[in-house]
């Protein structure tokens, strides 16, 4: 449903509620109303909006790879160490796992070189989870 038909049929079950007009006389009718009320209301406020306005348009080439050394999907993909149609909450395990691996903090007491490739490549692994998160939940 829209969300103008949510907003008539939210109103309309106010307008219900409120008058003296009943179909029962006992206060049943007013307290499935209230929860039909209530149920819609929680569905309207449930509904995902689109965060981005172009995400919606945008091509299906583009989220393959990018252009100008960005990094695309695939390659999102591939740094995590996981196929292109698994689920969210393996995504999910890839990250942490591979963020136990190589976070910074790990390394601390190595030489400064595996420090700044240990942080290089946690900011990689950041970057790889983000582009998968906006295409996933977006």
């Known amino acids: 449903m829209t969300k103008y038909k949510y907003y008539i049929l939210i109103i309309i079950l106010i307008i219900y509620i409120v008058s003296p007009l009943d179909l029962h006389p006992l206060i049943f009718d007013d307290l499935i109303a209230s929860g039909l009320l209530f ?8 509904q995902k909006r689109p965060r981005n306005y172009y995400s919606k348009s945008r091509p299906q080439s583009n989220i393959k ?4 050394g960005q990094m695309g999907l695939n390659e999102a993909h591939r740094v995590l160490h996981v196929s292109p149609d698994a689920p969210w909450r393996k995504v999910q395990s890839a990250y942490k796992e591979r963020m136990a691996k ?15 490739k240990a942080k290089e490549l946690t900011l990689e692994i950041n970057k790889a989870f983000n582009i998968i998160k906006r295409y996933k939940k977006g």
């Open 39 to 46: 149920y819609i209301w929680q569905k309207f406020k449930g």
């Open 65 to 68: 790879s990018e252009p100008d």
């Open 102 to 116: 190589s976070h910074p903090d790990k390394v601390s007491h190595l030489s400064e070189e595996l420090q700044k």
